[in-house]
Nanobody
Framework: QVQLVESGGGLVQAGGSATLSCAASGRTLNNYDMAWFRQVPGKEREFVAAIRWSTTSTGYADSVKGRFTISLDKAKNVIYLQMNSLKPDETAVYYC??????????????????WGQGTQVTVSS
């Protein structure tokens, strides 16, 4: 089992920045991919970014490339999502997720087994 706890959400003005954290525990994560997804009511959970623990290789949704950065602190078992130039339509609940790594880093929420409880990010216009 992997336990994930997100923090860092809140109210941000459009164009502003926020950093989300995800504290992971329960297993050695060296063979895991870690990801951030977001969801608004009535819509499917949307991939934001992912990182492979062992290599720190990353992947991003096209909509956030150049503005968001996913990173790891391996000593603390924390995954970060630095978000810059936030837009109102990025208001969502942001979730941290984990799963055993595979050949490719998956962009699909259905491929991730472990999830945090989510943290709300509200971007005001």
């Amino acid at each position: 089992q992997v336990q994930l706890v997100e923090s860092g959400g809140g109210l941000v003005q459009a164009g502003g920045s926020a950093t989300l954290s995800c504290a992971a525990s329960g297993r050695t994560l060296n063979n895991y991919d870690m990801a951030w997804f977001r969801q608004v009511p009535g819509k499917e959970r949307e991939f934001v970014a992912a990182i492979r623990w062992s290599t720190t290789s990353t992947g991003y949704a096209d909509s956030v490339k150049g503005r968001f950065t996913i990173s790891l602190d391996k000593a603390k078992n924390v995954i970060y999502l630095q978000m810059n130039s936030l837009k109102p339509d990025e208001t969502a609940v942001y979730y941290c997720a984990a799963d055993r790594d595979n050949f490719y880093i998956s962009l699909s929420h259905t491929d991730y087994t472990y999830w945090g409880q989510g943290t709300q990010v509200t971007v005001s216009s």
